[in-house]
């Protein structure tokens, strides 16, 4: 059974560019998260989604987007990229998102804003 | 929202020595506690999780302990080995309406003397 797979695995933006980003569940789960990772802060949540619909959404700013394909699959754009934005960008899936299910992560996107 | 503070933030044992990280959360409501190993440029993985109906789990030498009422949490690995070197995540959700709320310390990273 294939992983969690995100693409690409790394990239190179400048400040005011967009970028997307794109995460594929394991077959069959449904609910797709996305997190953001720097140094020190841990992971921070940025967006869920299931069957189609966010469900949930973490303190960011409105440049943070996402959405989920009817095959399950789900981007995320950010767009006016700033220096901050700068890492690791993860994505997790779980068949259906329910509080105490495991997630399972992809390998992440780096991002990097120059 | 819910908040997570994790501790220490660096932990360096000898090899076979226990290590214990601890983590404590803001909401009350909170009912799920999973545990996450990140090796080093690998994505996070799922080592434990114990729900608020538990006052212990345990899994070979890993164990994690709650305390409700003092709303923290703790890791505790015994006869700890190399391959235990990574950055451990604490977490904390509570339901919210149908999706998860899902929320990650900062991290803790162990390492393990030969």
């Known amino acids: 059974k294939a992983g969690v797979t995100q693409t690409p695995r790394y990239l190179i933006k400048t400040r005011g560019q967009q970028v997307t980003l794109s995460c594929s569940p394991i077959s069959g789960h449904r609910s797709v998260s996305w997190y953001q990772q720097t140094p020190g802060q841990g992971l921070q949540f940025l967006f869920e989604y299931f069957s189609e619909t966010q469900r949930n959404k973490g303190n960011f700013p409105g440049r943070f987007s996402g959405r989920q394909f009817s095959n399950s699959r789900s981007e995320m754009n950010v767009s006016t990229l700033e220096l901050g934005d700068s890492a690791l960008y993860l994505c997790?899936?779980?068949?259906?998102?329910?509080?105490?299910?495991?997630?399972?992560f992809g390998s992440g996107t780096q991002l990097s804003v120059l | 929202g819910e908040n997570v503070e994790q501790h220490p933030s660096t932990l360096s044992v000898q090899e076979g020595d226990s290590a214990v990280i601890k983590c404590t959360y803001s909401d009350s409501a909170s009912n799920y506690f999973p545990w996450y190993k990140q090796e080093l440029g690998k994505r996070p993985q799922l080592i434990i999780d114990?729900?608020?109906?538990?006052g212990e789990k345990k899994d070979q030498r890993i164990a994690v302990t709650l305390n409700k009422t003092a709303k923290h949490f703790s890791l505790h690995i015994t006869e700890t080995q190399p391959e235990d070197s990574a950055v451990y995540f604490c977490?904390?959700?509570?339901?919210?309406?149908?999706?998860?709320?899902?929320?990650f310390g900062s991290g803790t990273q162990l390492t393990v003397l030969p």
């Open positions: 114990i729900r608020s109906n538990v």
């Open positions: 997790a899936s779980s068949l259906a998102g329910t509080w105490y299910e495991k997630l399972f």
């Open positions: 977490a904390a959700t509570f339901p919210s309406g149908s999706a998860r709320q899902l929320t």
